[in-house]
Each structure stands twice: as structure tokens, then as C-alpha cells.
């Protein structure tokens, strides 16, 4: 199984803004339906440190993940999103290993 997870740590008193910016930058990718665009995201809140997010991104590959980085979209939906945060954003790059599915 190969596969890439990017996870991206952040702390934010504007939860809802930063909702409505992924959304907004989710769609426009997904008309222009151009360049590598990640395979699922999700956006999971910290039910012991309120303000606490995680967006886990997964992406076919780590080459795929890189080019998706250096798109102009990307970069510009990333600032974007760091002026919505209190502070600096943490990132985790992951090799994926393993999948299990349950019911």
C-alpha cells in the first residue's frame, strides 16, 4: 500500500472561517480538475483542548503530495488559512503503511 498523509496540527479562534476557506478552495480544485489534488481530507477538532484542529489530508503518493505543494492554489489557500490561525501550524509527513476497514 503506498500512500502519503499529510497532518497539519493548528490552533484557531475562527474554526468556522477556516471551514468555509477549505470548502471554498476544495470546490475551486475540484472544477478546475487540474494537477494532483489530495484523495479524502478531513478536519477533526480536539475534544480535550478547545481551539485544538487537525486537517488529515491523504494523497496517492508523496510525489503526488509535493506537487501539490508547489501549486500557486495551494500556496495562496495556505496563507490564507495561517492569518485564520493563532499562531504557526504544525506539519506531520507520514509514509502510509497499512489500511484496516471496519464495519
Known amino acids: 500500500m503506498a500512500g502519503f498523509v499529510q497532518i497539519i ?16 478552495f476544495r470546490a475551486k480544485r475540484e472544477a478546475d480538475n487540474d494537477g494532483p489534488a489530495p484523495v479524502r481530507g478531513l478536519t477533526c477538532a480536539d475534544r480535550d483542548q478547545a481551539g485544538r484542529y ?36 504544525t506539519f506531520y509527513n507520514l509514509d502510509q503503511l497499512a489500511e484496516q476497514n471496519y464495519r
Open 54 to 89: 487537525f486537517s488529515i489530508i491523504e494523497f496517492k503518493s508523496y510525489e503526488e503530495a509535493m506537487e501539490n505543494s508547489r501549486r500557486p492554489d495551494t500556496t495562496e489557500f495556505s496563507q490564507r488559512m495561517m492569518e485564520l490561525c493563532d499562531g504557526p501550524a
Open 9 to 24: 496540527e493548528y490552533r484557531t479562534s475562527k474554526a468556522d472561517e477556516v471551514t468555509a476557506l477549505m470548502e471554498e
